[in-house]
């Protein structure tokens, strides 16, 4: 994944944003509405490596570093199903920061690493994801808002993607949600699935 600038990101989720939606309705025009099916790889062995399979792809995304209160995350791989053994063991697996399990097969599908290697994994839950997104522009950053689907239970997430700091900062007082807790998806699916605890 070279050649790529990680993006600083502001994030956050919740049951409904009303007029932040609106403000950011106001500010840029539905630039594209997309949708997908995923599955995001819940680990309990770390919240730092964003692992999820889409599109017959094995995504993963590694957290950099936080500057004044945004997360930078980085594109680490992307693997194409069917997978080999050896790449799992060697490229997904270090990832997940959990006990390796017994592997039979030589290769996988994403079914068979799903069904046979993931879910049975004490420390591993697969987790479905349906997202609807809506792409916008906002003070010269990638925003998006999204109704996300996580095993069936709907919740809303906002964001601000730049390479560029103080756009992002300057964007979220435009739309009003400094005050919003930023949170990855890790965070934000292993407290709707109880993987970690809702803040008190």
Same mark, same amino acid.
């Given at each position: ?95 997940? +920061? ?72 300057? +964007?979220?007082?435009?739309? +009003? ?24």
């Amino acid at each position: 994944m070279e050649g790529i600038k990680p993006r600083f990101e502001f994030r956050t989720f919740a049951q409904n944003f009303g007029m932040v939606v609106e403000k950011m309705r106001k500010l840029s025009p539905v630039e594209k509405i997309r949708e997908s099916q995923e599955v995001y790889i819940m680990s309990a062995g770390n919240n730092e490596n964003n692992t999820k399979v889409r599109d017959k792809l094995m995504d993963i995304k590694v957290f950099v570093t936080e500057k004044e209160g945004l997360e930078q995350w980085n594109p680490l791989m992307k693997g194409e199903f069917p997978m080999s053994t050896e790449m799992i063991k060697n490229d997904v697996w270090p990832a997940l +920061g959990v006990e390796m399990p017994e592997f039979k097969r030589d290769e996988y599908t994403i079914d068979q690493y799903l069904e046979e290697i993931i879910r049975p994994h004490k420390d591993l839950a697969a987790v479905n994801i349906f997202k609807r997104r809506f792409a916008f522009t906002v003070n010269n950053c990638i925003a998006e808002h999204a109704q996300v689907y996580v095993n069936g239970a709907l919740i809303e997430t906002v964001n601000l993607e730049s390479t560029e700091i103080p756009d992002i900062l300057e +964007g979220m007082k435009m739309l +009003g949600v400094e005050e919003y807790e930023n949170i990855n998806y890790l965070l934000a699916i292993k407290r709707v699935i109880g993987m970690e605890p809702m803040p008190k």
